[in-house]
Nanobody, 121 residues
């Protein structure tokens, strides 16, 4: 079982990035994918989650209207689309799999390695 994130990088404020979470060993029909982030000197926080039936849960007010999640079941891949990025979005972003969406990272048994997103001029 493996989750592999990609798509991170260095961008300027106002730009966009799309993170991918490619999943092997489990199917998105049965598992929810949560996106978490941990900024410098900060605790890990839940950002968004897409449930096994496609329901989207947003946990972070600061990203509403800018970030969204989606999935491609044929590719068994989930995505985090991030628009209008701000310096405070700088963090390591990780995807995680669980049977249901949850704000609590400890409920997720399967994790990717994380990808760095840096927003800076």
């Amino acid at each position: 079982l493996q989750l592999v994130e990609s798509g991170g990088g260095l961008v300027q404020p106002g730009e966009s990035l799309r993170l991918s979470c490619a999943v092997t060993g489990l199917t998105l029909d049965r598992y929810s994918i949560g996106w978490f982030r941990q900024g410098p000197g900060s605790e890990r926080e839940a950002v968004l989650c897409i449930g096994n039936q496609g329901t989207i849960v947003n946990y972070l007010d600061s990203v509403k209207g800018r970030f969204t999640v989606s999935r491609d079941k044929a590719k068994n891949t989930a995505y985090l689309q991030m628009n209008d990025l701000k310096a405070e979005d700088t963090a390591v972003y990780s995807c995680a799999a669980n049977w249901y969406c949850s704000r609590d990272a400890s409920n997720f048994p399967y994790w990717g390695q994380g990808t760095q997103v840096t927003v800076s001029v």
